[in-house]
């Protein structure tokens, strides 16, 4: 870690301070605080305000599952889907690839969860989405609530990356991250 860790509890800190570490532990529980939570809360404000970020579901569907693997089968990701998407090929790639088509067409995950995927895929990768895989969203049913929830949140974890990263957060740099197949054994 580049910077040291924020105190684990809120001892000694206005109350405001530690209502942030009140609802950041609750969210965390039975978990204590994680060093990615320390790290934040060097700005209590910026700690809470990713602490209100979207989650559960919203979580589940927006990973792009090799990344962030731990927190889909958390929120519900099923083993099966987790390897098919581990598998497939990026969607930016489809062009007039057609083996990347046919992967997407014969995978286990439904509609609503390539979709997704697609969306996450391109705004990770490209930030800017091409039309056509806006509208996958729209086609499978996302409300504009929805859509707004994933965006931002794929945003925050995009965010939130460069962050743990640039600072050493969990001092995991140069370590290899744990490969999905580990955490489904």
């Not at 931002?152 to 990356?161: E, L, P, R």
Request: glycine share 6%; aromatic share 6%.
């Amino acid at each position: 870690m580049r910077l040291p860790y924020a105190p684990s509890t809120a001892d000694n800190q206005t109350p405001e301070v530690q209502d942030i570490y009140a609802r950041i532990a609750a969210r965390r529980l039975p978990r204590p605080l994680m060093p990615f939570d320390l790290t934040f809360l060097h700005a209590p404000s910026v700690a809470d305000g990713y602490n209100s970020f979207p989650g559960g579901g919203v979580e589940s569907r927006c990973l792009r599952m090799d990344i962030h693997a731990p927190l889909a089968l958390k929120a519900g990701v099923q083993p099966a889907e987790l390897k098919e998407a581990q598998k497939l090929p990026s969607y930016t790639e489809t062009g007039n690839n057609e083996d990347v088509l046919n992967a997407w067409q014969e995978t286990c995950l439904n509609a609503r969860q390539q979709a997704v995927m697609a969306y996450t895929n391109e705004m990770t990768r490209n930030v800017m989405v091409k039309n056509e895989t806006f509208k996958l969203l729209k086609d499978v049913g996302l409300s504009d609530r929805e859509i707004l929830e994933l965006t931002t949140t794929i945003a925050g974890y995009n965010c939130v990356s460069r962050i743990l990263a640039s600072l050493d957060v969990g001092e995991n740099n140069g370590k290899k991250m744990k490969s999905v197949e580990s955490m489904l054994n």
